[in-house]
């Protein structure tokens, strides 16, 4: 090639071949290698702008969203309220609205109440907080509830108070007091009253509180099924205590031949009575004449008499109320049916009382307890004195294989005497004043 035709190729933008370029070195022109291959990198100043775009963009969007959010109105608070009949109180309080800012509405508000009509409303601390307003029972009360703050309001409520429990008769009868109220009572489980009257509950309306060996004095409480409440205060009397007599009547020159029975017959106690014809009464427990039904219409059929020993003759001192009062009716009833007459009289197992067994007593139906003066050994009679038997002395004679020894020993000391043996009834008593403790008890 010509000088001049290279010089207008390198004026035309053809690169030069230098002979001495690097081995490897593509000899293809640039604009060549742009079509074949990668793309030339982004310029940097371009890329500093779309980022710095891309901020301004989300600014506004934030900006957008705050104005937004702050021309949203205030959630308004709600009212919750609620009546308890035991005190006649309503309780009213503002609860938070929905969102965030539903707490902080509640803290700036102030909440007042009135009964509709009142010029003087009940008010809590001025950040929300709870009212409690006492309304009248048996009656409908309009209250007026006024929210001031950020979300001010009012509102009107209609509360319904049930009526006023009371007690509409108060009775005693035979086993303590029976008090009926003005409608239907919770049957809550509750001690018994002064530590022993018990508490029941014979109808929806009525509580019954049995009486007790001591008087009573106290206040029952009661609550209705529709949630109103009562105090009532009570004295409740000491139930009767069957008098206990150690000694009867001493008229005609009497005394009282007396024996605790056994479980097992004593022939030679029925050949006696039968031979002499001398009265005895024997003080049974149910059990023992359950065993020996026979035997024992023998003994009445003898003239002897039954007296109460009790279903078991346990020591009645160590039961309940209820327990011992059990312990002696239902004996008092099962010797009713088996020899004809329930027995008016009755003797404590082994001489054991106290006021509970002679108030149980009362309560299983008897009359009489009958304790002892003398009791009589095989060959000895031991008098309450030391001085010998005495018209009206009520004689134990104890149940052994020697009874029938005892016996003799006794019906020879009574002739020497000139007494006179006679049954034991509630009228052998009359005059006689009674005693506290048997014998055996001191």
Known sequence: MAWGSWERATEAGFPMINDAQAPGTSLVPRPVVARLG???????????????????????????????????????PGIEWS????????????????????????????????EEGSRHPRRTSPHGGTVRIPVPPGTRTRLVVSVKGPRPFRRALTVTVPPRLRVVV?????????????????????????????????????????????RCRARLRLTARNGERAVVPLTIPALPEVPLYNTASPAGQAIYITVEAGSTPSPQLLNIMRR????VTAFLSQQAAQRNL?????????????????????????????????QWGQARRALGRWFGQAPPIGRPPSGAINRTVRAAAYQGGLKTLVGWSDVVTRNRIHTWNSKGLKPGEIVLLHWARDLGHQLNTLLAAIKARHLHPKPLTPASFAGVTPQMHSPASG
């Open 294 to 326: 026979l035997y024992w219409r023998a003994f009445t059929g003898a003239g002897g008499t039954i007296g109460d020993y009790a279903v078991s003759a346990p020591d009645l001192t160590r039961l309940t109320l209820s327990q011992a009062a059990t």
């Open 276 to 279: 002499t014809h001398v009265p």
């Open 170 to 214: 108060s009775r005693p009868d035979s086993g303590g007091l029976r008090i009926r109220a003005s409608s239907a009572l919770r049957h809550r489980p509750s001690g018994p009253l002064c530590g022993t009257n018990a508490i029941s509950f014979p109808t929806a309306a009525e509580v019954a509180v049995a009486r007790s060996p001591v």
């Open 83 to 114: 009546l308890s009949p035991a005190s006649n109180t309503v309780t009213i309080r503002l609860v938070p609205g929905a969102g965030r800012s539903g707490r902080q509405v509640v803290a700036e508000s102030r909440l007042a109440v009135s």
């Open 38 to 76: 990668r793309r030339p990198p982004l310029d940097r100043r371009l890329l500093l702008m779309l980022m710095a775009g891309a901020l301004v963009v989300v600014g506004l969007v934030v900006a957008w969203l705050g104005q937004r959010a702050t021309a949203l109105p205030l959630p308004r």
